[in-house]
């Protein structure tokens, strides 16, 4: 069974009328592709309830980036949903009618998590996380589920999920899967759409080259690889079209040292106007 | 029956053994006085159990304020808990033996509250409120009480923290109780004893001050009032002492305009190295 809010309130109600712990909550930006139904099946198979929230939050754009073009496709998800195997169990899915509905007017709250920000997506985004943070927040608050779902292809974004989670005593456990992608290798997006057709084969030069980099530390000590990754790192700082391609330790990211276990090589590369983010684990050996 | 947690996990652990809806809880940074101990009184009057937690936060103290200097007096606050008539009902006292134990090390996440915080304090202890809004939060999220005792002298801070509670869903009632006040009309703060004789004397400019332009505006409209008033305020604007004396809107600290039913008429003042702050509410009349 699916039943669809829009209005918050009304959601809320039936949310507190459910006298169950078997909650899970997918919170998604809409425009779903394969990479967010894995997330729901997932959510499906381990809870009677499933709250997919749907909503293009204003506060995690920046005032140059693309929150006018985001796709809005509310009809088209919602039948999505209504394909997958539901089996008994009932999944809900809120869709605001307006920003209002979720952020109130005189709605002055910011939740911020340091440090885990300052880097990839943070440096360059700069108030990107706060806007993340404080509507996961609001809607842990109002789904009140005992799992959430998040997609790995948002890594740095899952790290400080989980961090405020921890530092806020949020009784949620947030579930992370790994990232669904094409067949051509390319990281699922809502954002891949806007590509043209050589536009989707450029882009493959993302999750090729954290490949590149990933095979390297799989062969070779941290330092040995160094030399090598080094070279494909400067190529990729002189190049304009990349914003960023980082390997850092997976659990903080910070500077890999000699207690870094495993790390994550992560990259945003803007192709045709389009910013691609892409990322891949990778343990490491550390010479001593 | 008194109970006092030094450890934040054991608290924990006791907290979540009530299975009870009947908790207050009254937040201090000890060096209890009897402005504390009207709050708790009030507490253990509408619940079985009434957390009182006792612990100085760094995070609301800038880098030159008086952290270091703070009143710690945890044993004789403990006894003056235990004077209260406590008939039955249960107080458990939180009384964190380091910062880690509230704050872990690797704690990174900030709740910010904006607008609210521009003026009065906010203006001049930049980061304060912050501090103040992840400690409370945290303290909530610990105690999980259905109540929570607040004292009006910090009038800024209980508005900052009603719009925190609204805007993140926090299950509590804020109780907002009237400045106690030494005979003198002095309220009662933990900085007061750092005042010598004369400084007493001294500060009660402050509430003087205060209550006179109340008078004011009780006996006449804003306009009317304005001119005296602004007497007042430009002769405390020239005076170093003065931090601020504000006369705003009551209800969201910005300028009176006509929508305005009741104003704050707010002050600190630096008497001796101490910073003492003090406020009153008066409905005033505006004329059209």
């Given at each position: 069974m699916i039943s669809l809010f829009n209005s918050v309130n009304e959601f809320t109600e039936y949310r507190n009328s459910l006298a169950t712990d078997s909650i899970g909550l997918v919170p998604t930006m809409g425009n779903l592709h394969d990479g967010h139904l894995s997330l729901i099946k997932k959510s499906i198979s381990e809870n009677q309830y499933t709250i997919v929230t749907i909503f293009v939050n204003p506060l995690q754009f920046g005032p140059n980036e693309d929150f006018d073009k985001y796709p809005r496709t509310l009809t088209a998800d919602v039948e999505k949903i209504k394909s997958l195997k539901i089996e008994g169990k009932e999944i809900i899915v809120l869709a605001p009618s307006s920003v209002n509905e979720i952020f109130p007017k005189n709605f002055k709250t910011t939740i911020s998590v340091k440090?885990?920000?300052?880097?990839?997506c943070g440096a360059s985004r700069p108030d990107h996380f706060d806007g993340v943070t404080t509507i996961v927040y609001r809607l842990f608050a109002l789904a009140k589920a005992s799992k959430s779902y998040f997609g790995q292809k948002d890594y740095q974004q899952v790290l400080v999920i989980r961090r405020m989670v921890e530092d806020l005593l949020i009784p949620t456990e947030v579930i992370a899967l790994p990232i669904n992608r094409e067949e051509s290798g390319l990281a699922r997006s809502s954002r891949n759409q806007f590509l043209s057709e050589s536009g989707r084969v450029e882009a493959l030069e993302l999750s090729g080259t954290i490949l590149k980099i990933s095979r390297l530390l799989k062969e070779k000590s941290f330092q040995e690889a160094g030399i090598e990754i080094n070279d494909i790192l400067e190529v990729v700082l002189r190049d304009q079209r990349w914003d960023y391609l980082e390997v850092l330790d997976a659990e903080n990211l910070e500077a890999v040292n000699i207690n870094t276990q495993q790390v994550v090589i992560a990259g945003a590369l803007k192709i045709e106007e389009t910013r691609l983010i892409d990322n891949h684990l990778t343990k490491i050996s550390y010479a001593r």
């Open positions: 440090d885990l920000t300052n880097t990839l």
